[in-house]
């Protein structure tokens, strides 16, 4: 019996690559998503994956909607906390509802994610939690101190629950991918993405959903159980930490 990963914010950008990645690698998927009944709906007629929908913001959302993937799909062996959102502004003109709203979705989701799962993981003494961080969580970002704090905390996650969970099985990693070349991304002017933004990236192009993809497959294998406590910079030699 495969092993069942869920892959939260996983219908769409970095996320859809990572469901698909996982499906392909033998994994049976579960891509949750908070909002967008249609991409979800395509997303899984595109490629047979199930999607579930339910706000990693909301912790009792999160032990409903885990309990119902457990009961469709079998226990969770991978979770890849993927969903993020972003609320920019400089901060004098940030409010508490950009800075609550980001922190509650991109930190504390990671959380009410990850403690529906962990007595199951520990029980069995295995486990994969892979946690999607950011450039931006490893050098700050004008514009974005509410993203940077989260994300930077998510690489303190990352390392502290490593520690807990390494003598019963569970691998506790991060990616912060730099610029990905996401809808989102690609949606940015031409000119600012090519006069701006490219020339930072030593490479000289925007990676791909599918190589933050790869990373995530290889941090949930058999092949990365002495991996623990560790992040990827998968940024194309943006930074370097």
């Not at 899984?44 to 339910?54: F, L, N, P």
């Not at 706000?55 to 009792?60: L, Q, R, T």
């Not at 520690?163 to 600012?192: F, H, K, S």
């Not at 030593?202 to 990373?215: D, F, S, Y």
């Given at each position: 019996m495969s092993k069942v990963a869920i892959v939260t914010g996983g219908s769409r950008g970095i996320g859809a690559a990572i469901s698909i990645a996982l499906k392909q690698a033998g994994y049976t998927v579960a891509a949750n998503y908070a909002g967008n009944d249609e991409a979800a709906a395509k997303f899984?007629?595109?490629?047979?994956?199930?999607?579930?929908?339910?706000?990693?913001?909301?912790?009792?959302?999160c032990v409903a909607g885990i309990a119902q993937v457990e009961a469709d799909l079998g226990p969770v062996a991978v979770l890849v906390n993927n969903a993020g959102i972003t609320r920019d502004g400089m901060f004098h003109k940030m409010t508490p509802q950009m800075w609550n709203e980001v922190i509650n979705t991109n930190l504390t989701g990671l959380f009410n994610m990850t403690n529906p799962v962990w007595g199951g993981m520990r029980e069995r003494k295995y486990g994969r939690v892979i946690n999607i961080s950011s450039i931006n969580g490893q050098k700050g970002q004008a514009g974005q101190v509410n993203y940077s704090a989260a994300k930077a905390g998510d690489i303190g996650f990352t390392r502290a629950l490593?520690?807990?969970?390494?003598?019963?099985?569970?691998?506790?990693?991060?990616?912060?991918?730099?610029?990905?070349?996401?809808?989102?991304?690609?949606?940015?002017?031409?000119?600012?993405?090519?006069?701006r933004i490219i020339p930072q990236?030593?490479?000289?192009?925007?990676?791909?959903?599918?190589?933050?993809?790869?990373?995530?497959?290889?941090?949930?294998?058999?092949?990365?159980?002495f991996v623990t406590g560790s992040t990827i910079s998968a940024n194309g030699g943006q930074y370097f930490s």
């Open positions: 899984t007629a595109e490629t047979g994956i199930k999607t579930y929908k339910w706000s990693v913001a909301d912790y009792d959302a490593a520690q807990e969970g390494a003598r019963a099985g569970i691998t506790v990693n991060a990616i912060c991918p730099g610029y990905i070349g996401t809808d989102m991304v690609r949606a940015i002017d031409e000119t600012v993405l090519k006069e990236i030593p490479v000289g192009r925007l990676g791909e959903p599918e190589e933050i993809a790869r990373c995530v497959v290889f941090l949930a294998s058999e092949d990365a159980g």
